[in-house]
């Protein structure tokens, strides 16, 4: 998922969030250990990307336009704060695309897979948030592995442009549980701190729109 263009230069804070119409939470220090996980993620990312001698450029079939659900709140801020930073007229535009998507979208629940949606973030092939984009979003493409202390270890293949493309052994897997577990480790302290215990289970579009209402 490629980098887009149409961020403002200048850095805008997002560690207040107002959750109630009581309190306010400083989210900023969640954000900052967030944003070291992204980094490590995305040196992973290179790093495999390289070996495999992989890009996404030229791509046809943009995974920005596959469902992806998000499970964490901390994210959603990261997503948040990234949102922020576009132009007025940007954030007008990708509210209304995200509105059109959840329409779409509620038309096909429980069938998502079998569905193409474009990200109402996604200009022209580019990510608007790129620095801001979850976990899933920078990591997806490559193969990758994850292990859970029940299920055991789950794999990814990577996706079908790699399938297609990739002439090498595939011995080269991103472990993504580090990444998980230090996410998961914020989460629940973001989620303890604000006494939050609402499963979160939203796309990128559900994001924003829930983000305009805060
Ligand atoms: S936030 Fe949207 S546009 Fe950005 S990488 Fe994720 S799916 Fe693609």
Known sequence: MEEGSNLLTAHQSFTEVRMSQKVDYDIGKYLDRLYEVYGEIDHAYKESAVYYGFSCKGCEENCCDTVFYHYSLVEYFGLLEGFEKLTEDLKDRSLERARDYVR?????????????????????????????????????????????????????????RFGKTNEKDGEKVIDRTPFYTRIATLESQLRREMGYLIKFRKTIAEMLIDGDLL
Do not use: A, Q, T
């Not at 474009?118 to 976990?135: F, S």
């Open 104 to 160: 779409e979208l509620n038309r096909h629940r429980g069938k998502e897979s079998l569905i193409r949606i474009m990200c109402p973030l996604n200009y022209d092939g580019l990510c608007c948030v790129y620095e801001n984009r979850p976990l899933i979003c920078e990591i997806h493409g490559l193969p990758g592995e994850l292990h859970h202390p029940v299920k055991g270890r789950e794999g990814f293949e990577g996706c079908s």
